[in-house]
């Protein structure tokens, strides 16, 4: 049974820019959430996809943006990059039926 | 979401029980406690969750107090590698889904030391 990956696993981008982040989620898992992990933080909930569609989202501007495959794979995009996005950028994939998220080790973005 | 109050850092000696607690005075009936741990440079990890039973499984034991105002998280003999921050999460449910979300504080880092 194969886990979440992400990538990439490390990315620098400059201020104003855009950035696509990527998630496999793991086998038999439909349901994917990104969450962002500032330095000496807990990670914070940005939005969770089930069936391909939004089904939540946590305070974070429109700038933040998702999609979901229809393989369950899911994008995480960031326009108009700022400084303060630089972060641990988390992906945990679950199913319905399940009690636990199962989470990648995440994408570390670092804004200059 | 209920919010829950950890110590911010706990030392083990290996091969004794970590005894992690966490205050959850606000929680509503349909809440259930969850445990996650985050081992430095990795993604959270899933523990435990209860809601108002004791719980255990191979990795910990979770207890909750009658009032389930308070619970806590044992690991029973603590390894080097269990060096972590470990979150403590009260959520609606039990189930993933439907924009069930995780609400992460800062977590205790514990340290297990020889």
């Known amino acids: 049974e194969t886990g979440v990956t992400q990538s990439p696993t490390h990315l620098i981008k400059t201020r104003g820019q855009q950035v696509t982040l990527r998630c496999s989620s793991q086998?038999?898992?439909?349901?994917v959430s990104w969450y962002q992990q500032a330095l000496g933080q807990g990670p914070q909930f940005i939005f969770q996809?089930?069936?391909?569609?939004?089904?939540g989202r946590g305070n974070f501007p429109p700038r933040f943006s998702g999609l979901q495959f229809p393989n369950y794979s899911s994008e995480l995009n960031v326009n108009a990059l700022e400084l303060d996005d630089s972060a641990l950028y988390l992906c945990?994939?679950?199913?319905?039926?399940?009690?636990?998220?199962?989470f990648g080790s995440g994408t570390r973005l670092t804004v200059v | 979401d209920a919010k829950t109050t950890q110590p911010p850092s706990m030392d083990c000696a290996e091969g004794r029980a970590a005894n992690l607690p966490c205050n959850h005075s606000?929680?509503?009936?349909?809440?259930?406690v969850y445990w996650y741990r985050q081992i430095h440079s990795q993604g959270p990890q899933y523990i435990i969750h209860?809601?108002?039973n004791n719980e255990t499984n191979e990795m910990a034991s979770l207890i909750i107090t009658e009032d389930r105002k308070s619970s806590t998280l044992i690991l029973p003999h603590a390894t080097l590698r269990d060096t972590a921050v470990y979150y403590c999460?009260?959520?609606?449910?039990?189930?993933?889904?439907?924009?069930?979300?995780?609400?992460f504080g800062t977590g205790t880092q514990l340290k297990v030391e020889l």
């Open positions: 209860g809601l108002k």
């Open positions: 606000t929680i509503s009936g349909n809440e259930y």
């Open positions: 086998s038999g898992h439909n349901t």
């Open positions: 999460i009260v959520r609606v449910g039990g189930l993933t889904g439907g924009g069930n979300k995780l609400t």
């Open positions: 996809y089930y069936r391909e569609e939004e089904n």
């Open positions: 945990a994939s679950s199913h319905p039926g399940n009690y636990g998220y199962t």
